[in-house]
Nanobody
Framework: QVQLVESGGGLVQAGGSLRLSCAAS????????MGWFRQAPGKERECVAA????????HYADYVKGRFTISRDNAKKSVYLQMNSLKPEDTAVYYC?????????????????WGQGTQVTVSS
């Protein structure tokens, strides 16, 4: 069983920064894509960013391009999301997810394991 634990969420003023971390434990796949998703109240879950096994391929939602950076450390089985220039509309619960294989996808139901989520609140 794979467990994902996110950390780094919190309350920040608009324009500020946060760095989310997600660490995997347990018997994980030999290669896997990792992603960050978010869900705001009353809204559907959406993919914020995703990264390939090698880290060489990344995907970003248009509304975070230039502000967020996803990275990973395979030795630590971890993925990170550096969030800069935060806006109130970035307020949501952020989840990390893992998908077996090398292909970067942005559809949530194609991911195999999920963390419990961490709250990010951006005040105006």
């Amino acid at each position: 069983q794979v467990q994902l634990v996110e950390s780094g969420g919190g309350l920040v003023q608009a324009g500020g920064s946060l760095r989310l971390s997600c660490a995997a434990s347990g018997r994980i796949f030999s290669s896997y894509t990792m992603g960050w998703f978010r869900q705001a109240p009353g809204k559907e879950r959406e993919c914020v960013a995703a990264i390939s096994w090698s880290g060489g391929i990344t995907h970003y939602a248009d509304y975070v391009k230039g502000r967020f950076t996803i990275s990973r450390d395979n030795a630590k089985k971890s993925v990170y999301l550096q969030m800069n220039s935060l806006k109130p509309e970035d307020t949501a619960v952020y989840y990390c997810a893992v998908r077996r294989g090398l292909v970067v996808v942005t559809t949530g139901n194609e991911y195999d394991y999920w963390g419990q989520g961490t709250q990010v609140t951006v005040s105006s």
